[in-house]
């Protein structure tokens, strides 16, 4: 297994410019997340979705776009990149949704993270 | 507004000593409160987590407590190993284990666990 891959590790883009940050998962969770991570603020959740075609909105969507196609896919779509939207970003999934609900082994499982810049 | 507030921001704990992260809550609907561990380039790992109608949790040398009344929890690292360096996060959930939706997590700081020889 793969686990859950995230492409590209770095992007810089400019102020206006939109990009999609791809996440992947061979695990067949059902549901998947993104957050974003600012130093000082910890993470925070910005979409997330409890299977395919379904998505909802965390702590701090506005400017991202999400979708879920199929199981294995949960790319996230900035539309007009802003530099507030600098961090790192990081794509999660679980089997439940619920971290250590179904026993120690229903963990959450994140990406390695994808660190953006915006200038 | 921060919901879940966490401190040290950083800790030196020297080799075999006790590591203590401490973690406050405002919102009393929490009902599940998870610590996440991650290390430099690396995304978080659930590490250990606790319901609010236990006391204490110990899995392995971690060990939460938790204060309901007092609206608190803590993460301690017993025999604390270079190993064990890394960012800790405690974090708050909303709605955990309600079926056909996935927990909120609100997110402390960060606390830097440095561990030294």
């Known amino acids: 297994n793969a686990g859950v891959t995230q492409t590209p590790k770095f992007q810089v883009l400019k102020t206006g410019q939109s990009m999609t940050l791809q996440c992947a998962q061979d695990m067949n969770h059902e549901y998947m997340s993104w957050y974003r991570q600012d130093p000082g603020m910890g993470l925070r959740l910005i979409h997330y979705s409890v299977g395919a075609g379904i998505t909802d909105q965390g702590e701090v969507p506005n400017g991202y776009n999400v979708s879920r196609s199929t199981t294995e896919d949960f790319p996230l779509r900035l539309l007009s990149a802003a530099p507030s939207q600098t961090s790192v970003y990081f794509c999660?999934?679980?089997?439940?949704?619920?971290?250590?609900?179904?026993?120690?082994?229903?963990?959450?499982?994140f990406g390695p993270g994808t660190r953006l810049t915006v200038l | 507004q921060q919901q879940v507030k966490q401190s040290p921001q950083s800790l030196i704990v020297q080799k075999g000593g006790i590591s203590i992260i401490n973690c406050a809550y405002e919102?009393?609907?929490?009902?599940?409160f998870p610590w996440y561990q991650q290390f430099p380039g690396k995304g978080p790992a659930l590490l250990i987590a606790i319901r609010p109608d236990v006391s204490e949790k110990k899995e392995g040398r971690f060990t939460i407590s938790f204060n309901k009344s007092a609206k608190q929890f803590s993460l301690h690292i017993m025999d604390s190993q270079p190993g064990d360096s890394a960012t800790y996060f405690c974090?708050?959930?909303?709605?955990?284990?309600?079926?056909?939706?996935?927990?909120?997590?609100?997110f402390g700081t960060g606390t830097r666990l440095q561990v030294t020889l």
């Open positions: 999660a999934s679980s089997y439940s949704g619920h971290p250590g609900l179904a026993g120690s082994s229903d963990t959450q499982y």
């Open positions: 974090a708050a959930c909303l709605g955990f284990g309600m079926t056909g939706t996935a927990s909120k997590l609100t």
């Open positions: 919102n009393t609907a929490f009902d599940y």
